[in-house]
């Protein structure tokens, strides 16, 4: 209806302008003028009953759209899809969380196996130094310097069982 309205005055300024343009051709000075005033004035009443109009309709759905948007249905639908979208991203985040945890779980292992290694390859060396130092007068003066030094080279070789190689050589060595 609105725009029936709006049509309708464009039309009729349309048909003012008209007949004061063939007014000024007739030689009429004064109608023309007022006749041009009424025509501008029809048309801005024209296009200021669209813009209100617009603007009306605008409001009126922006309006609506708020009171949908803050309406208890929305709101809750806002929340549960929240709240799946939350349990989706920690179900794609389970596998990465639980190989990090695997990775250094796995690292932390490695180094306190390697530090458990070091440990006993120390009391190892420590053991089969103070065999070698029991039986420094049973043994060859340069057999003794040699084991020593292999000891010694196992030992900051991190060689275990080189170490436990020499240890038995050194149990085999007593038996005779």
Known sequence: MLIK???????????VLLSADWL????????????????ILLLLA??????TGGLAVLGNSVWVSFKDY??????????ILFVAE??????????????YI???SDQQRKKLLAADNKKHIKLLYK???RHLQTRKTQL????????????????HLQDAPALLSLQQTLDAWEQP
């Open 5 to 15: 309205i709006a049509l309708s005055l464009l039309a009729l300024a349309l048909t």
């Open 24 to 39: 000024l051709e007739q030689g009429i000075a004064w109608l023309p003028d007022e006749l041009t005033r009424l025509g």
């Open 46 to 51: 024209g296009f200021a009953l669209i813009l």
């Open 70 to 79: 803050f309406a208890q249905p929305q709101r809750m639908m806002r929340k």
């Open 86 to 99: 939350r349990q989706h991203y920690l179900q794609q985040l389970l596998p990465f969380k639980a190989a």
């Open 102 to 104: 695997t990775y250094f």
């Open 127 to 129: 053991a089969t130094r």
């Open 140 to 155: 060859p003066p340069a057999l003794y310097r040699q084991w020593c030094q292999d000891s010694r080279r196992y030992y």
